[in-house]
């Protein structure tokens, strides 16, 4: 039904609210990129708005940091749009210090704990192939 394809793939050895919370921030990452996946917003049965949600159904990986830096690097080479989120960033408060410690990071050997991934659906397949759905 969809040309593309969203995955999200989180470090498996992360407690669960800190999953949540990565995985979370990675939808926005691609919402902001892909804005054409956004749905139309709902209302309900008494015609009050609620907001939209993407139309695209988005697949949750889990991987050790070797599977998650592997993803990130057949992602590079594909061109396909990545969304990375580094183990740093949960020591953030904001934004911009976000982006400050992403740059301090070995840009060949990222300390990920999550990666967004979207893009043509048999090219993402090969990106996340071997990887498990996170259960």
Not at 4 to 28: E, M, Y
Not at 99 to 111: G, I, S, T
Request: no cysteine; glycine share 8%; charged share 25%.
């Amino acid at each position: 039904m969809f040309d593309t394809k969203i995955a999200f793939i989180v470090r498996d050895d992360l407690p669960t609210w800190q999953r949540l919370n990565v995985v979370a921030f990675l939808a926005t990452g691609v919402a902001a990129t892909a804005p054409e996946i956004m749905g139309a917003p709902y209302v309900d049965a008494k015609g009050r708005q609620y907001g939209n949600m993407s139309g695209q159904p988005m697949l949750i990986f889990s991987a050790d940091i070797n599977g998650l830096q592997t993803a990130h690097r057949k992602g590079l080479e594909r061109e396909l749009t990545l969304i990375p989120y580094v183990h740093a960033m949960f020591s953030t408060r904001h934004d911009e210090a976000n982006r400050d410690v992403f740059m301090a990071e070995d840009a060949d050997n990222l300390n990920l704990v999550g990666l967004g991934v979207r893009g043509p659906k048999k090219i993402v397949d090969k990106v996340i192939k071997g990887l498990r759905l996170h259960d």
